[in-house]
Nanobody
C-alpha cells in the first residue's frame, strides 16, 4: 500500500488545516486508516483513526472535539480536519494503514504501512 499525504503547512493558533491521504490500493476499504504525529524529541503517537468501514473512530484525548477524521472508500482517501489548532499540535503528521481494519492502528498487528510525513506548524 502506498500512501501519499498532503495538506500540511504553517497556521496561526486557532486556525484550521485539512490533511489528506490518498492510497494506491484496491482493497483500501478493508484497511483501518489513521494519522499519527511526531513532535521533536517525542514518540510518534496515534492522533486519530477510522475503521475499515468508517463506522468507528478513535481520537487521542488531546485532539477530541477539535480534529475530525473521515474516509471516502470510493476515492481511496482519508482526511483529517484540524480545527482550533494549538502550538502543541506542531509535529510531522503521518498517514498510516492497518490490515486489521481497526481504528486503533496497532503497528505490531497485521500488515502496517506508513506514508511520508507532512509538517504541521502552529504559531502562537
Amino acid at each position: 500500500v502506498q500512501l501519499q499525504a498532503s495538506g500540511g503547512g504553517l497556521v496561526q493558533a486557532g486556525g484550521s488545516l485539512r490533511l489528506s491521504c490518498a492510497a494506491s490500493e484496491r482493497s483500501f476499504s478493508s484497511y483501518g486508516m489513521g494519522w499519527f504525529r511526531q513532535a521533536p524529541g517525542k514518540e510518534r503517537e496515534l492522533v486519530a483513526g477510522v475503521s475499515s468501514g468508517g463506522g468507528s473512530t478513535y481520537y487521542a484525548d488531546s485532539v477530541k472535539g477539535r480534529f475530525t477524521i473521515s474516509r471516502d472508500n470510493a476515492k481511496n482517501t482519508v482526511n483529517l480536519q484540524m480545527n482550533s489548532l494549538k502550538p502543541e499540535d506542531t509535529a510531522v503528521y503521518y498517514c498510516a494503514a492497518s490490515s486489521t481494519g481497526s481504528p486503533r492502528l496497532n503497528k505490531d498487528l497485521g500488515m502496517f504501512y506508513w506514508g511520508k510525513g507532512t509538517q504541521v506548524t502552529v504559531s502562537s
